[in-house]
């Protein structure tokens, strides 16, 4: 059976991880920036489909390793669990329900709406160019991978991005002729689109597969380098999608390819699955990637290496940082362009397009990772936010920095009710005999830690993900003695307490809400007994202050005119991604929400997407009839978020209306939030 990008790995790269090396002088590009050079592609598979969705391929494309049978844990071929939250239709499954209760249903990339959702993404987050995989089209899925190069066209035309054509020859028996025929007959039409990618005039087509040492791509290297050849005297602009060790013929990359290497316009070398630590990345950073930057700066050839989420389902994330360090080591290291390896690939985990965030949105019982299986809560879109920052960082709009510039949530996270530690790992210092940790989270409020030893003594407990933890009770046994301990909080100053059996011997501790996921008490001093005692330890996050109420949150919105399907709703929605857009040309253009009543408002908040670049919309806010805020240029900077605040005497409004007259970055209004604040 022919190896696929999905089974292939490499031999594990020998000799210690290198120390993260200074910065190195950025590299010369060979081409000037273009639809390529100089900008984020991503990889686009397209290639989920559903019974039902009109696909020619019909069944469960790629969501099953029986396609005519529905997928489930025992006929899958997914590791990840979408995010469903933003698609018109999604199909059911014979997976368990989620761990939320609700049904276990999956997106089919054939339907229009899942094309244009990922593109609107592309376009929210500063994805500039998808690069659409195309296998062997000359068997039963060809009809259907015809129809999503159609559909990927009009979604890229419609969001502004680039796209183009990239052939894996996996398992192509007769690639040499039926590639150019496909090209000449199929795909070289779609070139006619303004969105279709150029990189020096020229479009672009890549070839994955060249030269790797498996029998999937057994093709010789004069057979490579024809169609290499063929491919720029059609006038293309051509990436070859080559093993990661090609520059020394070793490993993933057969001996005696290297005339086809170098024929290539850019080169990028595959990197799923070769590391999945932090360490890995430096090592390949120093040992490989630096070298294979200085052979293209050699031979006039651009370099797009591959850049990394990790694999979820092996653990690799570490909540960004895994991706935050491949993007920072290619963008020190002067990689002409950025490839991200994979937009949508549930298959292998590596997707950076939006994932399942707790075990409340996978099917129960799977064992299927979220995006906080290491403990941290992390946003759906965490990882194309990570992209956008990547982005800005190869283009120089984000000073180079180590250091993971983009948190895992926007906001606050959800906060749980009920108490935290109930059941959760628990360790101490020391205990007497009988008297284990464990006893303090056992909810039995008879039985009770007691250390053993002198003083001090410590306890602490591990919630299994951060909290922004607001109440801490503490209890020793109701029918005990009264009894003072001196007490300190995650490494705070000691404080006596006082347990009383008036009071039910138990003591409440108030924090600030600083995210906490291991809670450790330091106990010095005890009056009733020479060990620290505990028999409950309730730890909460439930009392946080109210947020302000955004009064437009959900309220129906109207506008003068709207572009395509940025509707004035996706304004009052509460996404940062999704937004509104005027009718383009037409100068003044309004949009305005219904609060319901008559309502006090002073303030007002005004959101595009954080991904933007900066621009300056001038813009009033009226009740409809009478000025709130009058006619300014408001410049929106992603510097502060792309985020405007303006605040009025307070007034009685029950509609609230912004009218634009002027826009810098786009010829119409557009918002992406507008929030109205009685204070």
């Not at 283009?395 to 009920?418: E, H, N, S, Y």
């Not at 006090?600 to 009478?626: K, M, Y």
């Not at 992603?638 to 826009?663: D, Y």
């Amino acid at each position: 059976m022919s190896l696929t990008r999905r089974t292939l790995l490499s031999a594990a790269a020998a000799g210690p991880a290198a120390a993260v090396l200074a910065d190195l002088t950025p590299a010369t590009a060979a081409s000037p920036p273009g639809d390529v050079v100089g900008k984020i592609s991503v990889g686009y598979q397209g290639w989920f489909s559903c019974p039902g969705d009109g696909a020619p391929i019909g069944g469960w494309w790629h969501w099953s390793r029986d396609r005519f049978q529905p997928p489930s844990p025992s006929n899958t071929t997914i590791v990840s669990w979408p995010d469903n939250r933003d698609y018109a239709h999604t199909y059911p499954t014979a997976y368990p329900n989620l761990g939320n209760g609700g049904p276990a249903t999956l997106f089919s990339s054939y339907d229009q709406q899942t094309v244009d959702t990922h593109f609107a993404w592309m376009r929210t987050y500063g994805i500039d160019t998808a690069a659409l995989q195309r296998f062997n089209p000359m068997g039963d899925e060809g009809p259907t991978r015809d129809a999503m190069a159609r559909k990927v066209r009009t979604a890229a035309e419609a969001t502004g991005r680039k796209f183009y054509i990239m052939y894996d020859v996996t398992g192509w028996t007769n690639m040499q002729s039926e590639l150019k025929s496909d090209w000449t007959a199929t795909m070289s039409a779609h070139t006619a689109s303004p969105s279709y990618a150029r990189q020096n005039g020229k479009p672009v087509v890549c070839v994955w597969g060249f030269g790797f040492n498996d029998d999937g791509r057994p093709f010789t290297p004069s057979a490579c380098l024809d169609v290499v050849n063929w491919l720029k005297a059609q006038g293309c602009y051509v990436i070859g999608g080559v093993p990661t060790y090609w520059r020394e013929g070793k490993n993933d990359s057969r001996a005696g390819f290297l005339d086809v290497y170098h024929a290539f316009h850019m080169l990028s070398p595959w990197m799923v699955g070769r590391t999945g630590t932090l360490d890995g990345l430096d090592w390949f950073y120093a040992n490989v990637n630096t070298a294979d930057q200085a052979d293209c700066n050699a031979h006039g050839i651009d370099y797009q290496p591959c850049v990394l989420p990790g694999d979820l389902s092996s653990g690799h994330r570490r909540h960004g940082d895994f991706y935050w360090r491949s993007i920072y080591n290619m963008v020190r290291l002067g990689a002409q362009g950025l490839y991200v390896s994979m937009f949508d690939e549930f298959n292998e985990g590596n997707q950076i397009a939006k994932t399942a965030e707790t075990a409340a949105s996978v099917p129960a019982g799977t064992g299927i990772r979220a995006l906080d299986e290491d403990g941290t809560f992390c946003s759906a879109d965490y990882y194309l936010r990570i992209t956008t920052d990547g982005g800005r960082m190869l283009k120089g709009q984000l000073a180079l920095t180590a250091v993971r510039p983009t948190p895992p949530t926007v906001g606050t996270p959800p906060q749980p009710t009920g108490d935290l530690a109930a059941g959760k790992a628990v360790s101490a210092s020391s205990n007497n005999a009988g008297f284990a940790a464990a006893n303090a989270v056992d909810t039995n409020p008879a039985s009770y830690w007691e250390s053993s030893g002198a003083f001090p003594q410590w306890l602490e407990v591990d919630l299994g993900a951060s909290y922004a933890v607001t109440r801490v009770v503490l209890r020793v046994p109701a029918g005990w003695e009264r009894r003072t301990q001196t007490i300190a909080v995650q490494g705070g100053a000691a404080t006596s307490y006082t347990f009383d059996p008036a009071s039910g011997n138990a003591v409440t501790l108030t924090l600030a809400g600083t995210a906490i996921r291991t809670l450790r008490l330091s106990f010095a001093a005890n009056s009733g007994w020479p060990a620290a005692q505990l028999s409950q330890i309730q730890v909460y996050a439930d009392s946080t202050p109210p947020p302000a109420t955004d009064l437009a949150r959900g309220r129906p919105a109207t506008a003068s005119g709207q572009a395509q399907s940025y509707a004035p709703a996706n304004a009052v929605d509460g996404d940062a991604g999704t937004y509104w857009e005027s009718a383009n040309n037409a100068f003044p253009q309004w949009i305005q929400v219904d609060l319901g009543a008559a309502t006090t408002v002073s303030r007002f908040v005004l959101r595009l997407p954080p991904s933007w670049g900066a621009r300056t919309q001038t813009l009033s806010i009226s009740d409809g009839a009478t000025t709130l805020v009058p006619a300014a240029a408001r410049t929106f900077d992603p510097a502060a978020g792309n985020t405007v605040s303006l605040t009025c005497p307070p007034a009685q409004a029950r509609t609230v209306r912004v009218t634009v007259t002027g826009n810098t970055g786009w010829p119409a209004g557009q918002l992406s939030g507008l929030e109205v604040y009685s204070a």
